[in-house]
């Protein structure tokens, strides 16, 4: 079985601070990881994911996140905040052995001006 | 491209009935999802399918039903609804599942009443 944390509901930051959100997942297979981000009252947006190679992964909006094998993370990072930011973020996971992908229960950003 | 699209965009039921929720998309996407969104819940598979004529269950399959006759289309049938299945529903696809991020409808919001 494969399942995803994201041991936050809420992580709140002051703009121009850097920002992370976390996330840890557990599955049987080297893992496939994402992030997505949801504006109010839309559907969900990719930022970026972990397929093989460099830890480090660069996405969209200045968004990075980093793949811990041993200590099964997945953290998403931005070094400096800014109060259009401020949403949804989910993390998923798919192991390569799988057809699904499970979403984590989110964690709500809010950026403070 | 109109990318993913859900119809309706509101619905209320009452207990019992019966409906269709509509997705399509037209980027020629093999992999195509369900999800309901529920608050603190996060996003859970219901459904899922890797190609037409080819359908399968996720985390809450129950009170769903699914089909895929075509590439393009990917309804979900409430066959009697309760008010345990008033949710947002997201319909997501991707090219393949090796990897490829999904996007995402903009979602229908169910109430059964």
């Known amino acids: 079985a494969q399942s995803v944390a994201q041991p936050e509901d809420q992580v709140n930051v002051a703009e121009g601070n850097p920002l992370t959100v976390k996330c840890t997942y557990s599955?049987?297979?080297?893992?496939?990881l994402f992030w997505y981000v949801q504006y109010p009252n839309r559907g969900l947006q990719f930022l970026l994911k972990?397929?093989?190679?460099?830890?480090l992964v660069k996405g969209s909006y200045g968004f990075e996140a980093e793949f811990n094998k041993s200590q099964t993370s997945f953290h998403l990072k931005k070094p400096s905040a800014l109060v259009s930011d401020s949403a949804l973020y989910f993390c998923?996971?798919?192991?390569?052995?799988?057809?699904?992908?499970?979403f984590g229960t989110g964690t709500r950003l809010q950026v403070f001006p | 491209n109109a990318g993913v699209t859900q119809t309706p965009k509101f619905q209320v039921l009452k207990t019992g009935q019966s409906m269709t929720l509509q997705c399509a998309q037209d980027?020629?996407?093999?992999?195509m999802s369900w999800y309901r969104q529920d608050p603190g819940m996060g996003l859970r598979l219901i459904h899922y399918?890797?190609?037409?004529?080819?359908?399968d269950q996720g985390e809450v399959p129950n009170g769903y039903n699914v089909s895929r006759s075509t590439t393009e289309d990917f309804p979900l049938r409430l066959l009697s609804a309760a008010p345990s299945q008033t949710s947002v529903y997201f319909c997501?696809?991707?090219?393949?599942?090796?990897?490829?991020?999904?996007?995402f409808g903009p979602g229908t919001r169910l109430t059964v009443l």
């Open positions: 997501a696809s991707s090219y393949s599942l090796r990897g490829n991020e999904q996007f």
């Open positions: 599955v049987s297979g080297n893992p496939y």
């Open positions: 972990y397929i093989t190679g460099d830890n």
């Open positions: 998923a996971v798919r192991a390569d052995n799988t057809d699904k992908l499970i």
């Open positions: 980027m020629n996407h093999e992999y």
């Open positions: 399918s890797v190609g037409a004529g080819i359908t």
